[in-house]
């Protein structure tokens, strides 16, 4: 177990190192960010101060090289649009990020797995098909169109939700959240809402297909013919079979939603990271694109190390195989 | 004479298929005594497996038991409410199943299955529960089993997750044991020792059992009565010995020769020429007809079963016997 760890953590640095690469030279490759930076009225010396201050008149591998130890540093640079450090900016915005993408993501889960798993225990009941129904929503309509009726209906017409920002926070571990205050949860819902909508009909649908297959093994008829009751199949022996596929999803979507967010996050001006990055992009803000892109990267083989951790707590024959 | 345990009498069980109705089973009728194996007989899809299926009320959509009775010690089974069912499954009849590799949860150890089916009937602290699970483990012939409760199916071999089933399915002591061809997907070295140990097993529990199989010599070694099924009926039936020795109807006569060890060397195995009818559209006329080499005009009316006594023959032409 120790060693697959390590074996991990030594593919994950790796990785990483190749990502800088790519990362930085795709990013640098495209725009001129002095452009951007000065008005284009600014005499020639503002002009060569600015590129010598941000090290943009060195070649591109020398350009890479400080950015990589900067970056052993734990320096991701300064934004050329907040004139801030890098790394402040990101971990001011992210904790909202996170705190959306959890809500969405685990209720989309908490929800979605009991649904899934009743509607292929019970196929052709009236509230099987209602879920399947809901789940189909879930996958076809846009999210933004989804956030727009939200934001009309429950802010505009009844008032009972905010219709934007991120309300009052109370701090835990030197950090803000949302969750801790009544208020911010109804701060929270409605974008957490939009954004686990389609999280929801995948859970749900995953959860089907995979209890609509293991009813009709062996497994089951087996419990059955030991006389276990119907509840103790389902959340015993299904529940545990059809976790691996769960599990699996509920990473990559965690994963992709903290990096993607960006949509439900603009409609509710969630100040999230994806906000961020949206606005960096149109600014051609260099470092904060490169330091958004290495922490995504950095949270996906993060929730994908994980992930793999949590394989061989939930399939014994891959522990097995591992020790 | 022994008491009387399971009264199977006139059970039919169908399958309303896209395609009309199947008819799997069909007026089924047998009686098993207390502590007594009895061995069902037949072909793929001869209906042997739904039958013990439908004696646990397992019988999944679109199958449907559409007439007939189980009765228990006198209790009738067919129509029982689902919860009294589940008290009957596992406790009083259990069932073993053909491949023990898709009846286990590969994700759970074998301690934790075997404490969820005795849970399933009574509650017993953690302690008591592992105790009575490694008993049974090592009378099913698993050496040191309180320690490898804690293992999972796939450390164990073939045979011996097919001994953790067994071990299951006499975890409660229960009076009938259903084998549903349970050493078929084993290797043939084994299943002599498996089948030798549930005969023994079964002596000493007094378990009573119905051991499925299409395998006439496996059947004929474990069990004293058996019953042979074709196209969803009981076409004969009778004590072990006399059956095997002369049988009554065509089919069990040519069952019987086309066993390998009735074959004389360099020359080949015998067969049944054709195949059986299918269970959707079952016409009136004998439904081994086709196949049959002694039929006559006579055959096209559908043969009741017929009895002597201690045997059963469904045939207007009968090898031996004198039938009423």
Redesign the interface.
């Known amino acids: 177990m120790l060693g697959f760890v390590i074996q991990r953590v030594v593919q994950a640095v790796v990785v990483m190192l190749i990502i800088s690469i790519l990362v930085f030279v795709g990013v640098y490759a495209v725009g001129n960010p002095i452009d951007v930076l000065i008005s284009p009225d600014a005499t020639q010396l503002i002009r060569e101060q600015t590129i010598k201050a941000y090290g943009l008149d060195q070649p591109l591998w020398k350009q890479y090289l400080d950015f990589l130890m900067r970056l052993l540093q734990g320096d991701f640079g300064r934004s050329f649009v907040y004139n801030m450090p890098v790394i402040d900016l990101i971990f001011s915005r992210l904790p909202a990020t996170i705190e959306l993408t959890l809500t969405a993501v685990l209720g989309a889960t908490v929800l979605g797995v009991p649904l899934g798993i009743y509607a292929g225990y019970r196929p052709d009941r009236f509230l099987s098909k209602m879920i399947m129904g809901l789940s189909i929503f879930g996958f076809s309509v846009p999210t933004f169109w989804i956030g727009l009726v939200l934001i009309f209906t429950f802010a505009v017409t009844l008032g009972w939700f905010p219709a934007g920002n991120r309300g009052p926070t109370a701090s835990l571990w030197g950090i803000e959240w949302s969750f801790l205050t009544g208020e911010g949860l109804a701060y929270l819902f409605l974008p957490a809402l939009n954004l686990s909508l389609f999280k929801f009909a995948m859970m749900v649908r995953l959860a089907r297909a995979g209890t609509r297959e293991t009813m ?4 089951v ?9 119907e509840f ?1 199949i389902l959340h ?2 299904v529940l ?2 059809i976790s691996i596929p769960i599990v699996t999803v509920f990473g990559l979507e965690l994963g992709s939603t903290l990096a993607f967010a960006v949509v439900t996050e603009t409609i509710f001006s969630w100040p999230g990271v994806g906000k961020l990055i949206i606005d960096s992009i149109a600014t051609l803000d260099r470092p904060v694109m490169v330091a958004y892109l290495m922490l995504v990267a950095f949270l996906f083989i993060m929730i994908n190390l994980t992930v793999d951790i949590v394989y061989v707590f ?4 891959l522990r ?1 195989r591992r020790s | 004479m022994k008491k009387i345990l399971l009264e199977v009498e006139g059970l039919s069980t169908h399958f309303m298929t896209r395609n009309g109705v199947l008819k799997a089973v069909n007026d089924v009728s047998f009686t098993l005594h207390e502590g007594e194996i009895i061995g069902l007989v037949g072909e793929s899809g001869s209906g042997k497996s739904v039958t013990g299926f439908s004696i ?1 009320g ?1 019988v ?1 959509a679109p199958g449907q038991i559409v007439a007939g009775s189980v009765r228990l010690q006198g209790r009738e089974l067919i129509g029982m409410a689902e919860p009294e069912l ?6 009083e009849i ?2 073993v ?1 053909q ?1 023990p590799s ?8 074998i301690g ?1 299955q075997m404490r ?2 005795l ?3 009574e509650t017993v602290s953690r302690q008591a529960a592992d105790t009575r699970c490694a008993d049974v483990l090592n009378k099913v012939g698993i050496p040191d089993a309180a320690r490898r409760l804690d293992y ?1 199916p ?2 164990f071999s073939g045979g011996m997750r097919q001994r953790v ?1 067994i071990a ?2 006499l ?2 002591h229960p009076k009938l044991i259903i084998c549903d061809e349970p050493t078929t997907a084993l290797d043939v070295s084994i299943q002599a020792q498996i089948l030798l140990q549930m005969k023994t097993l079964a002596q000493d529990f007094g378990t009573a059992m119905i051991w499925i199989s299409h395998d006439l010599s496996t059947v004929s070694s474990v069990a004293s009565q058996l019953l042979v099924m074709y196209a969803g009926r009981i076409i004969e039936s009778g004590p072990a010995r006399d059956l095997l020795r002369i049988p009554n109807h065509p089919y069990t006569h040519g069952l019987l020769g086309s066993l390998p060890e009735h074959a004389r060397p360099g020359q080949p195995l015998e067969q049944i020429p054709g195949q059986m009818p299918s269970l959707i559209d079952l016409g009136s006329e004998c439904a081994f007809l086709s196949r049959c080499t002694k039929s006559d005009s006579l055959c096209h009316t559908s043969p009741t079963l017929r009895s002597d006594g201690s045997r059963r023959v469904r045939c207007h032409h009968p090898i031996a016997g004198d039938w009423h």
């Open positions: 009709l093994t062996d497994i008829k087996f419990a059955r013919a030991s006389g276990e009751s103790t015993r022996h545990r079979l939930l399939d014994p024959r097995h | 646990l397992l999944d589940r008290t009957v499954r596992g406790r259990s069932m199943f491949d898709t009846t286990l949860n590969p994700v759970l150890s934790t969820l089916a849970a399933a009937h999972f796939h450390q089933a299951i399915a975890l409660n």
